[in-house]
């Protein structure tokens, strides 16, 4: 079964970085897209960063310039840089992929940025 995993959350203060890493398993990996989500409470879930089979990228506009997506299909693994990182970055980020019509998520990993 599809199984997204991710790691690398944590506290860091304003202007620091971090890395989340997402693990996939349960199918073709290189075949298909991946996306980062954030979340926080009480507003929606918004779609952060998109990477396609072929490494074209798309951010949203707050996050352009600081943020890098990226992948590693031979260790089934897409990633999320995040470079000068800010209290409004501070929320739960989730891996997301579209397969076969289904979407999935991870279990999310919280990124808390203080000021």
């Known amino acids: 079964q599809v199984q997204l995993v991710e790691s690398g959350g944590g506290v860091v203060e304003l202007g620091g970085s971090l890395r989340l890493s997402c693990v996939a398993s349960?199918?073709?990996?290189?075949?298909?897209?991946m996306r980062w989500y954030r979340q926080v409470p009480g507003k929606e879930r918004e779609l952060v960063a998109g990477i396609t089979t072929s490494e074209i990228t798309k951010y949203v506009d707050s996050v352009k310039g600081r943020f890098t997506i990226s992948r590693d299909d031979a260790k089934s693994t897409v990633y999320l840089q995040m470079n000068s990182l800010n209290p409004e970055d501070t929320a739960v980020y989730y891996c997301?992929?579209?397969?076969?019509?289904?979407?999935?998520w991870g279990q999310g990993t919280q990124v808390t940025v203080s000021s």
């Open positions: 349960g199918f073709p990996f290189s075949s298909y897209a």
């Open positions: 997301n992929t579209l397969v076969q019509w289904t979407e999935y």
